[in-house]
């Protein structure tokens, strides 16, 4: 079966379609992936390696620069809706003729379309050419159920949990809605009522979450599909860890892995970046850990070496985080379920409204203290949280648990199933 797939983001919205472009392929399926990237980077010798054709590869954004200018909006305030409309409008509105020119070029050549949840430039043209069109959502934030409200608000009954995903959902339309129906009336297509009728395809909604975080619940329809996570394990076969790195994991007791992620990546000033490394490297002192401190530290000043920490700009995570006590990150939904599927507990220091949801998710499964607001946090309250962590073995112990199981879930391998069940006659 001819298919396309098409996202947009950060790595963390781009890695999961990697891993879900090579199982289609190694299943015998003819991939093209099409990627807007916001760390600019290239994908053709994976594409080469992973089977699957490259398709459109565009950037978000200018430059870094303007990347830079939309995350120091992000920073102003930690409303989740007021952030939503900044990346939507700031990040995404600016690429949607590109974005809806690939998608209509994928629709011509291709028989089935798969989409990352935001897409709807790409489920406009799946649409309007008539194709069999899947989404796939990377957090299960937005999906009503009777028997849990909207995260991380309390469990006040069926009733009241379905009156709050209303009032969500009402909220959620009016930031949402006026963008997807400019183009829809543009390409003379009716207005959409909700958001949910474009963010979860009525046929197949993905939900590329591990069962450990999210239970299919029984009030949801049949198109609401949980396959796991789709992880980025496809990183590790070309990946040989640096001599240094081997010898700094053991010299000494397991190290703290600490990261920002995607949310130092797409940030070139040397203030904030420093800002950001300063504030982990002396959370890492004052909690009196060895730690491995990811950022870019070409762009680092002012912070002496340290026998006790040890520097890297990236890492395959799923080589390195099983060698580690604990992980400090922003709570994105790759690094979470990576640091739990190495059996790593977590401290969450959360910057935008999806890394909430995931900080509340570990604390409920008992891997990780009350998630920490990068508006307000400091050093000392990432070594207060740390210490937490590592005097309480019994969240190593769950950690370690959960992960054994995670390793049981081959998230891609359920996706084609339920793919090739669905779509392929």
């Known amino acids: 079966m001819k298919i396309a797939i098409q996202t947009w983001g ?3 919205d781009v890695n999961p379609f990697i891993a879900l472009a090579a199982g289609l392929a190694r299943a015998g399926h003819a991939v093209t992936l099409a990627i807007s990237s916001a760390e600019r980077k290239s994908y053709a010798q994976l594409a080469e390696r992973l089977g699957f054709r490259l398709g459109t590869v ?3 954004g200018e430059n870094e620069e303007a990347l830079f200018r939309v995350s120091q909006k992000l920073r102003a305030s930690s409303h989740p809706l007021w952030q939503l409309r900044v990346i939507l409008s700031d990040m995404f509105e600016p690429g949607v003729p590109a974005m809806y020119q690939t998608a209509k070029a994928l629709c011509a050549e291709h028989d089935l379309l798969i989409g990352h949840f935001l897409l709807h430039p790409l489920q406009l043209a799946a649409e309007k050419a008539g194709k069999p069109y899947l989404t796939v959502a990377l957090n299960h934030g937005t999906i009503p159920t009777r028997l849990a409200p909207p995260a991380p608000l309390p469990n006040l009954g069926a009733t009241m ?7 969500a959902a009402g909220l959620i339309n009016l930031v949402v809605l006026p963008q997807i129906n400019r183009l829809r009336v543009a390409e003379g297509m009716a207005s959409a009522k909700s958001f949910r009728a474009v963010w979860e395809s009525p046929r197949c909604n993905l939900i590329a979450v591990s069962r450990q975080f999210c239970t299919p619940m029984p009030d949801w329809a049949g198109n609401q599909q949980v396959c796991g996570f789709l992880g980025a394990s496809f990183q590790n076969s070309v990946w040989e860890m640096p001599e240094g790195l081997a010898r700094f994991l053991a010299s000494g007791p397991p190290p703290v892995y600490m990261t920002f992620g995607s949310m130092a990546s797409i940030q070139r000033d040397a203030a904030v970046i420093n800002e950001n490394t300063r504030l982990l490297h002396d959370a890492a002192q004052m909690a009196g850990c060895r730690a491995i401190i990811q950022s870019r530290w070409a762009l680092v000043s002012g912070i002496a070496e340290n026998a006790n920490i040890y520097r890297v700009d990236a890492t395959p995570h799923e080589r390195v985080f099983p060698r580690c006590a604990a992980v400090v990150h922003h709570g994105g939904a790759g690094t979470t379920q990576t640091a739990t599927l190495c059996g790593c507990p977590s401290v969450v220091v959360a910057h935008i409204a999806d ?17 920490l607001d990068r508006r307000t946090v400091s050093a000392a309250k990432i070594a207060r949280q740390l210490r937490k962590v590592m005097e309480t073995p019994a969240m190593g112990i769950r950690a370690r648990q959960l992960g054994e199981k995670l390793k049981l879930e081959d998230g891609v391998k359920n996706a084609v199933a339920i793919i090739e069940r669905m779509f392929v006659r």
Do not use: C, F, T
Request: hydrophobic residues 45%; charged residues 25%.
């Open 355 to 371: 890394q909430y949801l995931w900080g509340a998710e570990l604390k409920r499964i008992g891997v990780a203290p009350k998630v």
């Open 58 to 60: 565009d950037y978000i």
């Open 10 to 12: 950060s790595d963390g």
């Open 161 to 167: 949990n379905m009156l709050l995903w209303k009032i």
